[in-house]
């Protein structure tokens, strides 16, 4: 089992910043690839970015160039750097690990709101 806990959302206006935190814990070397999502309500989960073990990157397009992740593996944790931020990248903001055999984990979410 992995635990994630997930600290830094908040309100912030447009054109700022903020960074997201998840710590894991739990069964870390089972673990590949860590990232973050993102819902709105009614609508499906979908990837912010992620990155596995080995270190590689992937974005959402709407996020490119904005968003920077990474993931500092002595701490166990991931860190979401959200700069430029847009109202319509309101949302809840979860964490996720995935391990080798493809399960994954969830955070519970934090809310970030960008007010315009």
């Known amino acids: 089992q992995v635990q994630l806990v997930e600290s830094g959302g908040g309100s912030v206006q447009a054109g700022g910043s903020l960074r997201l935190s998840c710590a894991a814990s739990g069964s870390l070397r089972q673990i590949n690839a860590m990232g973050w999502y993102r819902q709105d309500p009614g609508k499906q989960r979908e990837l912010v970015a992620g990155?596995?073990?080995?270190?590689?990157?992937n974005y959402a397009d709407s996020v490119k160039g904005r968003f920077t992740i990474s993931r500092d593996n002595a701490k166990n944790t991931v860190y979401l750097q959200m700069n430029s931020l847009k109202p319509e990248d309101t949302s809840v903001y979860y964490c996720n690990a995935e391990n080798y055999g493809g399960v994954k984990y969830w955070g519970k979410g934090t809310l970030v709101t960008v007010s315009s």
């Open positions: 990155v596995t073990s080995s270190g590689r990157t």
